[in-house]
């Protein structure tokens, strides 16, 4: 006879028990990660409720590879006059940091809130954040090494599900 999966009514019931907890184990793991995910990352893009874009910014952003998107992320976000413009550079980061968008979207930031510092002709020890090329310097994503991938995916696979707020140093506002 072909062998047949073995279905939940041919196991015992120890075994049944068992598989029940498990599973109930894992169901209530995921529903305290949904709940944590939303309470901590929902509203991010400026839209109410939880999206796509609110975790790609938390987490992307959070762990953006590129010296820019942690300094905004970090001890130059006081700097943005209004916390939208934050999530326009990130957005811009994501997107492939096209030159055009530069122009249009970035540049006008960076020149408000940034050149008062980041030019070459205030201050040579801090990265130049007047042009295109000089911009794309602390943009690069250095990617990540695998044993960076590997501590991060550990502390993630455990943090999320159980943690509060774990390896996302800005907290959420
Ligand atoms: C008041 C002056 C000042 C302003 C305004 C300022 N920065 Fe900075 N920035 C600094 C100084 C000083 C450093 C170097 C020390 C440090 O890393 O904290 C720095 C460092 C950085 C770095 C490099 C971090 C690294 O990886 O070494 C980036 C990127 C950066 N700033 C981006 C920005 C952006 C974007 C803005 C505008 C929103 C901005 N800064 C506004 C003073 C400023």
Redesign the pocket.
Known sequence: MATRYRRFRDISTSERILDSLFLLTIGLGYLFALTHLYFTHSSRDGQPGLSVDDVMIAYYGSHDH???????N????P???SKA??LV?LKWLQDGKNEEEYRQKIQP??E???????RPTI?E???D?SNFEAVLE?TDANGASLPALVKVSHIHLFGIAFAENLGNGAPAK
């Open positions: 590129s010296r820019l998107g942690a300094a905004i970090g001890p130059m976000e700097n943005l006059s413009d934050k550079i930031i960076l408000r809130d940034c050149l008062t510092c980041h201050n020890s801090i990265p954040l602390v």
